[in-house]
């Protein structure tokens, strides 16, 4: 599996278990969580280039992390409130 792919899976599953966990943090759920799974995703599995130095993938992989994060926990309230 490639890394795009390990990314997207890694995202949706991160995203879907903090979720489930009561928010007690003074912060708005769509916005913590996509940050946490974006450092998580980050942590367990490295970026999608090599080296330190910043590129245009970079800003493609948090864009990417973030905004399949939200998305998904949109989805997940919409499911919660029907």
């Given at each position: ?37 974006a450092l ?5 599995l490295g ?36």
């Amino acid at each position: 599996m490639n890394n795009i792919n390990k990314t997207l899976l890694s995202t949706i599953i991160l995203s879907i278990l903090l979720f489930l966990f009561n928010n007690k943090s003074n912060f708005k759920t769509e916005y913590i969580i996509p940050i946490i799974v974006a450092l998580l995703v980050k942590y367990l599995l490295g970026d999608w280039d090599k080296g330190y130095a910043w590129s245009s993938s970079d800003i493609q992989y948090w864009l990417f992390i973030l905004i399949i994060s939200y998305i998904t926990i949109i989805i997940l309230k919409n499911i919660i409130l029907l």
